[in-house]
């Protein structure tokens, strides 16, 4: 499933990778340095789904919770009420 070739940032990893019913898939990804924390690796980190998937047709991508339940513009929407 994942592209061998391709390499994520080194500040990234991926905590989970499930498949789903109807070919969704659930993937985790977690950046591995705060804020401040190191000088060349705690910067924004972009992972090349596209890359990291060849196979397969990405056709929407949604940023959810940790949790994977809940969308997270609605958990956004939900904290400044």
Do not use: C, W
């Not at 990893?13 to 109807?22: A, G, K, N, P, R």
């Not at 190191?38 to 196979?55: T, W």
């Not at 949604?62 to 609605?74: F, H, I, K, P």
């Amino acid at each position: 499933m994942i592209d061998a070739s391709y390499s994520l940032p080194n500040n990234t990893v991926i905590i989970t990778l499930q498949e789903l019913e109807s070919g969704k898939a659930l993937l985790r990804l977690a950046h591995l340095y705060e804020v401040g924390e190191d000088k060349d690796y705690s910067v924004m980190a972009s992972v090349e789904l596209k890359k990291l998937f060849p196979d397969r047709k990405i056709r929407k991508v949604t940023e959810m919770n940790l949790s994977g339940n809940q969308e997270r513009g609605e958990m956004e929407r939900k904290k400044l009420a």
